[in-house]
């Protein structure tokens, strides 16, 4: 026992915490989408693998390694959106947590955005009130400079408002077709186009602005909040995920969130 522990040394310990952390990390990520169980049929196929390689069953041995060396490029092309997702999640939570105390002498898309503590209270207001009338509406969250999406709408530059939103998406409008872009405290452009999910394993009783609210979260880090204007409710999508009938206190806190990070 003592000779076993005098072998385990930092490097290995610390080896140990990385994986669980990754692990987590990845199961975080997938857990309730398609791909998680395509993940763990991947687990369980390597445990046969493992098995058989065991018990001396040399062919079928053979076999599964020859599939799991041509495996990892299936997987690949499989998962591209997935991993260009988790590859932009571990860039958010580090590097830009990391490097934020120079933001302040950093000037480009993705640093001073000014956003009010009131921000997520004109939002969530203009939801309810639209909520309540059954008004659909789709507002996107951003704190870059997005060219190419609100080159296809009508560029506004207007300071926020719950009377604003309200207008912009009342039915009759002129530009309640297509999403609103904020940018903290700005409304930069209304009746612009989204890309739209190209997930086959959507639910099929989601419509198109739904849609495009996962198509412009998937591989940004941009978040969509919607109301429905079949029944009303209230959703929001975020890293490629459609989180719905929310509650308004979870809008304001994920709004709140979004800013201070």
Avoid: C
């Avoid at 309730?32 to 062919?59: C, E, K, R, S």
């Avoid at 997987?75 to 939570?93: A, S, T």
């Amino acid at each position: 026992m003592e000779f076993a522990l005098e072998n385990i040394s930092f490097i290995k310990i610390l080896e140990i915490l990385i994986v669980g952390y990754l692990i987590y990390l990845l199961y975080r990520f997938f857990k309730g989408t398609a791909a998680f169980n395509i993940v763990v049929g991947i687990i369980l196929f390597y445990l046969v693998y493992i098995f058989v390689d065991q018990i001396g069953m040399d062919m079928l041995s053979k076999f599964l390694e020859q599939f799991f060396s041509i495996g990892i490029l299936i997987l690949i092309i499989i998962f591209q959106p997935e991993i260009r997702r988790f590859l932009l999640l571990i860039g958010n939570n580090t590097l830009r947590g990391r490097f934020r105390v120079f933001e302040r002498w950093i000037k480009d898309g993705n640093v001073n955005v000014e956003s009010s503590d009131s921000t997520h209270s004109v939002v969530v207001d203009a939801m309810q009130a639209m909520s309540k009338q059954n008004t659909g509406a789709l507002i996107v969250l951003t704190k870059s400079d997005v060219n190419q999406i609100t080159d296809t709408g009508t560029k506004i530059s207007a300071d926020l408002s719950a009377d604003l939103l309200q207008n912009i998406f009342f039915k009759n409008a002129p530009l309640h077709d297509g999403a609103v872009i904020l940018k903290g405290d700005k409304i930069i452009a209304a009746s612009t186009i989204l890309p739209l999910s190209e997930n086959p394993d959507l639910a099929s009783d989601l419509g198109l602005r739904h849609r495009a609210a996962l198509g412009v979260t998937e591989n940004t880090d941009m978040i969509a909040l919607i109301v429905s204007e079949e029944n009303g409710k209230i959703s929001y999508a975020k890293n490629g995920r459609l989180f719905r009938n929310v509650s308004s206190d979870e809008i304001k806190h994920i709004i709140k969130e979004y800013y201070k990070n």
